[in-house]
């Protein structure tokens, strides 16, 4: 028997949940009990708030990450603009830091398990940093979001990646399981629920397979959210008769996002007119990736894994010993940073 497990979390978009829940719900019936389908969550069986005006559905298990079959990982439902508590980053953020990243890892981990996701819950993965070097599809708003995290955005309806599966849009779900519902029980039952729901699924399932068109574009470290850390450099020259800038110094900043204020520190230096930094963070500390002095401002990515894994570019001024600038990753809100020079 096909075991589902489809995953709720607070916030979840129920377009997301509810359109897969159906589709593997009628093959039930069609093929005689052959597949089981359940709502589950990381902390087990409960009532799960919907980001769609709080309406609950009820969850009757515990996600099993060592379940032979499929699990179902819907995105997030909820303010698209800004960077509030109900704002989707937002949202998708505390579910990455709930159980379910680890349990979705070791998921990941099985032969016997496909992994897919509908909408934002691919971003759900990769924020876990789960998806790092994997092609994957996420709503078009997230997109530079998903690249900014590792994974390879890849602009299709639906991407087949092996033991991961990923969906775009909200109503991708019905493509995503459909094709699923294909590849593990077969074309006849796909399309007898095709017929009962008189849809059809949409677009290419994309693979890596095949000749690769030569228009075909992949992220390079051109792309502002992504980076080649065969490629980056830490320093940038940026006036050989410049022995220093403004920016050099240590300096504690504080970066307001979405999920809390970041505490880090700076530490800019300037030698042989070559402008180097690193940003530390609790005990982890990593080195800027092309560092580039324009004008007044200072521009540069930084790879972080605190909240989550993301690419993000700075842009900072000062003004004596006070810094202001913001971190941003894709199209997300820039999240605003300050700071004082302490040395």
Not at 32 to 47: C, D, I, K, N, Q
Not at 95 to 112: E, V
Not at 222 to 248: C, K, L, M, Y
Not at 313 to 337: C, D, I, W
Request: one cysteine or more; hydrophobic letters at 40%.
């Amino acid at each position: 028997m096909l075991s589902v497990q489809i995953v709720l979390f607070d916030g979840f978009d129920l377009l997301d949940a509810i359109a897969p829940y159906e589709v593997f719900c009628a093959a039930e019936l069609l093929a005689g009990g052959a597949l089981s389908v359940e709502f589950v969550t990381a902390e087990g069986p409960r009532l799960v708030p919907s980001g769609i005006n709080g309406l609950k559905i009820e969850a009757s298990g515990r996600l099993n990450p060592q379940r032979a079959g499929i699990i179902v990982v819907p995105g997030a439902s909820g303010d698209v603009e800004g960077d509030g508590p109900d704002s989707v980053p937002a949202i998708l953020v505390r579910a990455t830091n709930t159980a379910l990243t680890r349990l979705i890892k070791q998921a990941l981990g099985q032969q016997d398990i496909v992994v897919a996701t509908v909408c934002g819950g691919s971003l759900i993965l990769a924020m876990g940093g789960l998806l790092e070097g994997r092609p994957a599809v996420t709503h078009r708003l997230g997109m530079d979001l998903l690249g900014s995290t590792g994974a390879i955005p890849v602009p299709a309806r639906v991407v087949d990646d092996g033991n991961l599966v990923t969906g775009g849009g909200v109503t991708s779900g019905l493509d995503v399981a459909l094709y699923l519902l294909e590849c593990k029980l077969g074309p006849r039952l796909a399309h007898a629920v095709e017929q009962l729901f008189e849809y059809e699924r949409r677009g290419t399932v994309w693979r890596e397979k095949g000749i690769a068109p030569g228009t075909h574009k992949t992220l390079t470290s051109e792309d502002p959210n992504t980076t080649n850390t065969t490629t980056a450099t830490s320093g940038i020259r940026h006036n050989p008769n410049r022995q220093g800038s403004v920016f050099d110094g240590d300096w504690d900043t504080t970066i307001a996002t979405p999920v809390g204020k970041l505490q880090v520190r700076l530490s800019i230096s300037t030698r042989d007119g070559m402008i180097r930094g690193t940003a530390t963070q609790g005990d982890e500390t990593a080195e800027f990736i092309n560092p580039l002095l324009q004008d007044d401002k200072l521009t540069w990515s930084l790879q972080i894994s605190k909240p989550m894994r993301l690419n993000l570019r700075f842009e900072v001024a000062t003004e004596g010993n006070q810094m202001t600038g913001f971190a941003k990753a894709g199209v997300l809100p820039g999240s605003k940073l300050t700071g004082m020079r302490v040395s």
